[in-house]
T-cell receptor, first 113, second 113 residues
Framework: EDQVTQSPEALRLQEGESSSLNCSYT??????LFWYRQDPGKGPEFLFT???AGEEKEKERLKATLTKKESFLHITAPKPEDSATYLC??????????????FGTGTSLTVIP | DTGVSQDPRHKITKRGQNVTFRCDPISEHNRLYWYRQTLGQGPEFLTY????????KSRLLSDRFSAERPKGSFSTLEIQRTEQGDSAMYLC???????????FGPGTRLTVT
């Protein structure tokens, strides 16, 4: 059973074309939902933590939102340097001891100049 | 804050050989995690330390894998009798007590030939 599902798997945008990435989860007892950016051959880079439904966080062109079943990462007027894989992870009390992260498979974003 | 560091960054080994990776977490972080990531997938949890105690191990962690964190600072992950299926990126992450987000190192890319 997939606990974390990300869509789309891949997304190509023109520079300046805003869009959203989706992360849906089926766990209960959510402790936190985390967004990371990963460049090829590198470790994930932390972006946001969301703890409860209705919460929003922003950083530059990125905005993350959370509902009871999913999270969205909105990218406004993206630039080529935003090209990367965006990973979503959840930490939940129903997942073993609640200490580990469960990651989705990521959305590969390409922004074309 | 120098971030999480991992050594080596790349390792090529022959099947059947033993390999050891090192992770140095962010200095004030008492929690340390190891993950494995294969191409096109999100990181998968392997094991978790709080200080020097190994509190969780994934079923993915076969008997050929062992991890230590002897003084509650750096950690090592050893793989004995490597197999081709062990080829992956091995990621280390750490976090402090007052936060849930984990900070990742650059990873060690293992290739088993």
């Amino acid at each position: 059973e997939d606990q974390v599902t990300q869509s789309p798997e891949a997304l190509r945008l023109q520079e300046g074309e805003s869009s959203s990435l989706n992360c849906s989860y089926t766990v209960s007892g959510l402790r936190g939902l985390f967004w990371y950016r990963q460049d090829p051959g590198k470790g994930p880079e932390f972006l946001f933590t969301l703890y409860s439904a209705g919460e929003e966080k922003e950083k530059e062109r990125l905005k993350a939102t959370l509902t009871k079943k999913e999270s969205f990462l909105h990218i406004t007027a993206p630039k080529p340097e935003d090209s990367a894989t965006y990973l979503c992870a959840v930490q939940a009390t129903t997942l073993n001891t609640g200490n580990q992260f469960y990651f989705g498979t990521g959305t590969s974003l390409t922004v074309i100049p | 804050d120098t971030g999480v560091s991992q050594d080596p960054r790349h390792k090529i080994t022959k099947r059947g050989q033993n390999v050891t990776f090192r992770c140095d977490p962010i200095s004030e972080h008492n929690r340390l995690y190891w993950y494995r990531q294969t191409l096109g997938q999100g990181p998968e949890f392997l094991t978790y330390f709080q200080n020097e105690a190994q509190l969780e191990k994934s079923r993915l962690l076969s008997d050929r894998f062992s991890a230590e964190r002897p003084k509650g600072s750096f950690s090592t992950l050893e793989i004995q009798r490597t197999e081709q299926g062990d080829s992956a990126m091995y990621l280390c992450a750490s976090r402090g007590t007052a936060q849930y987000e984990q900070y990742f190192g650059p990873g060690t890319r293992l290739t088993v030939t």
